[in-house]
């Protein structure tokens, strides 16, 4: 009896230690990845951060407002989807409303929001991403359509002729992942980089 109790406590243990060195195998293996590809490449790796001027100006993965201290608009600038995430763009509270869509709280929000456009960008077809916040309340592009809306007011603010800054929105949509996932879609601050550098 002891010794089937030995046979089987040894096969245990060379299991256990079989595993034990496959994690640690695993787990180097794992983490040299990681770090050969943060070597090759250190944009990504390093938060995918934008300069201008030079001084760090925000992330091509983050979102950030482009409004005056009450949260109003500022005209001269494309403005970013709207964001749920702490006080708006907090990535240390990434996250979507989770108001459904007949929440009264969303519904009120949408509506002021569509009264801001229509009173900044005219009437029109307003496109979903310029009203409501995404999933993880970071997303730092908008759909094409929300670009485009916003060319006049951008336009007139900053003295320049519609059709360069249309322009200007074209030069900046990037085609869906792999051609296929998803919508065009325009990173708000790498956009707005360029118009700046463009009224210089």
Same mark, same amino acid.
């Given at each position: 009896m002891s010794s089937v109790l030995t046979r089987s406590g040894v096969r245990t243990w060379t299991v256990a230690l079989r595993l034990l060195l496959l994690a640690t195998a695993a787990t180097i293996?794992?983490?040299l990845a990681v770090t050969l590809i943060g070597l090759a490449l250190p944009f990504q790796a390093n938060g995918s951060l934008v300069?201008?001027?030079?001084?760090?100006? %925000? +992330?091509? =993965?983050?979102?950030?407002?482009?409004?005056?201290?009450?949260g109003n608009p500022l005209p001269q600038w494309f403005q970013s989807r709207?964001?749920?995430a702490g006080t708006g763009y907090d990535g240390g509270s990434s996250s979507g409303s989770n108001l459904g869509p007949d929440?009264?709280?969303?519904?009120?929000?949408?509506?002021q929001r569509k009264a801001v456009i229509r009173s900044t960008d005219g009437a029109g077809t307003i496109p979903a991403d310029a009203v409501t916040a995404s %999933? +993880?309340? =970071?997303?730092?592009?908008?759909?094409?359509?929300?670009?485009l809306l916003q060319v006049d007011r951008v336009a007139a603010a900053r003295g320049l002729p519609a059709a360069t800054v249309r322009s200007l929105v074209e030069r900046h949509v990037q085609a869906p992942d792999l051609g296929?996932?998803?919508?065009?879609?325009?990173?708000?601050?790498?956009?707005?980089?360029?118009?700046?550098?463009?009224?210089?």
């Open positions: 293996v794992y983490t300069s201008s001027g030079g001084r760090v100006v %925000g +992330s091509a =993965l983050i979102g950030q407002s482009f409004t005056d201290a009450k709207p964001s749920a929440n009264p709280a969303l519904r009120k929000a949408i509506d %999933g +993880s309340g =970071l997303d730092p592009h908008i759909s094409e359509a929300y670009a296929y996932l998803g919508e065009p879609t325009v990173n708000v601050l790498q956009l707005n980089l360029a118009l700046e550098a463009l009224s210089r």
